[in-house]
């Protein structure tokens, strides 16, 4: 932390509890920090309030009649939890959602266009080019509608679609749904060129949490709606403890399935 | 068999029913012709009505129950005011008011509701359509109306070197079907290629992500309400002028429901050629095919008119649920 402590902090989520429907608990005072031209990972299994968290930030949540009721989310020094979508979206804080949603019956070109909503008519078309700079695939398929297109190209055209919009930061929830291993190291690479040369921030959601922790600065792994665990990428890597739970090796080798029930550790962390 | 056979079979067989009479000598072109003239002009008008229907289904998959009354509303509007200035004045006026009443329909009855059912939020224009229907009356008044367009309603013959006794054409009624195909194409443009436009259709195929991206919900509702609207008080004005602005307006939403079944629900060209063949297949049938079967079963006749529409919006049904332009659901398998 006191590395990195001169950067300033972009997005700071202090806290927040999320009520469904006036009932059901789902995020249990969830903290977390992303600094100006960070990769962040949210991390953890189905369930655990990964796509919650990152709808409180984008304020999404009341399409799913979902409510922050503790704590308070701040970008840029400034709460935000009052906006809407739309002006998150001016001041720079855009979503691309779980499953891309991409809008099936607009050509690839009309869905990037979608995204400028909020930008003039030169910032446009230049954006335009911009994206079609990063996504050279978009730009083949520009006038197909995008119902049709892959699922790969659809991913591009919803981070091309969010790119238009100028962001600051964009979250990011499980680009590698439903993609072959390979188009999803192409996606992470594409996600750390746009965080390198265009210095977008990311707080990505992700269940591969091998890829994430490769891609990712820091990380944190939520469990049943609290971070239970956190740090630096290659740390979170490194640890036994995600290495067995969430990556998959044990510190023993290769072992028999009849002994698994009897060697599996429990957890060092409550959750 | 191919799944799309019955589908044919339908199509095949309105254009029989269309071609039949001239073919088999059953009406001399010139009443043909009108017949068929006076069939597209009521067309046009259930086409208008219609798409104030597809808009709004479109942008928010509200199915609105209210566009008749919104008709009604608009053109006892316009009659009113126009007692009191110039008509283009009282249009004028029209549109802002209608403006207006999209911004309060979308505040008070749209926003509270969001995400709720879709049956809760079509009994809700239900609701709204009793209280336009009832607070029109309160504002404007319960008599008949006039709008005058200050158009010749005389018509006049034309063609008569083409037709045997020539053909009698309405002015006004020509009149009208410009405005509307200009309107239509203007939308059509306006959706097409304005961001507004491509943003609207973009809350039509997926609201939520449409709001991920920065696109406000709340305020292309009311910019959709209020395009529904203006195109009410065109459909109100026209159809005003030539039956007076009346209590039974509010019916003609009754016939526009098969249209869009017809056009499908989701389409602006769907609704404007859905209006155009339920307005010359209803003429039609009432004039030719009324007397054939006054003829074989020795029936009473007449008042195929009423029901015509709603048997074909049936058939529609069962052979094209999607209607003839409506969306097919892409899914990647």
Known sequence: MSATAAIPTLLAVNGIEVIYNHVILVLKSVSLTVREGGIVALL??????????????????????????????????????????????????????????????????????????????????????????????????????????????????AIGRALMSRPKMILLDEPSMGLAPQLVEEIFEIVQNLNQKEKVSFLLAEQNTNVALKYAGYGYILENGRVVMDGEGRSLAENEDVKEFYLGFSSGGRRSFRDVKSYRRRKRWLS | MNKNTPFIAVCVALLVGLVLPLATGAS?????????????????????????????????????????????????????????????AAILVGIVIMTLLAWFIERLVLRPLVNQDPIALFMATLGVTFFLDGFGQTVWGSDIYKIELGMTKEPVLVLQNLFQGGILVNGEDFVAAIVAAALVGGLALFFQYTPTGRALRAVADDHQAAQSIGIPLNRMWVIVWAVAGVVALVAGVIWGSKLGVQFSLSQVALKALPVVILGGFTSVTGAIVGGLIIGVGEKMAEVFLGPVLVKAFDLAGGGIENWFAYVLALVFLLVRPQGLFGEKHIDRV
């Open chain 1, 44 to 157: 953890g299994a189905n369930g655990a309030g990964k796509t919650t968290t990152l709808r409180a930030v984008s304020n999404l949540l009341k399409g799913e009649r979902g409510d922050v009721t503790k704590g308070y989310i701040e970008y840029l020094g400034k709460r935000i939890d009052g906006l809407t979508p739309a002006e998150l979206v001016k001041r720079g804080v855009v979503q691309v959602m779980e499953g891309r949603r991409c809008f099936a019956h607009l050509t690839v070109e009309d869905n990037l266009l979608t995204g400028a909503y909020t930008r003039s008519r030169a910032e446009t078309s230049a954006g335009l080019e911009r994206v079609y700079e990063y996504f050279p695939r978009l730009k083949q398929r520009r006038a197909s509608l995008s119902g049709y297109t892959s699922g790969g190209e659809q991913q591009m055209t």
């Open chain 2, 28 to 88: 001399a072109p010139g009443f043909y012709v009108e017949v068929l003239l006076g069939g597209l002009m009521a067309g046009v008008l259930y086409s208008l009505v219609a798409l104030g229907f597809a808009l709004i289904f479109k942008a928010s998959g509200v199915f609105n129950f209210a566009q008749g009354a919104m008709v009604l509303f608009a053109a006892l509007a316009v009659a009113r005011l126009a007692e009191r200035m110039p008509l283009w």
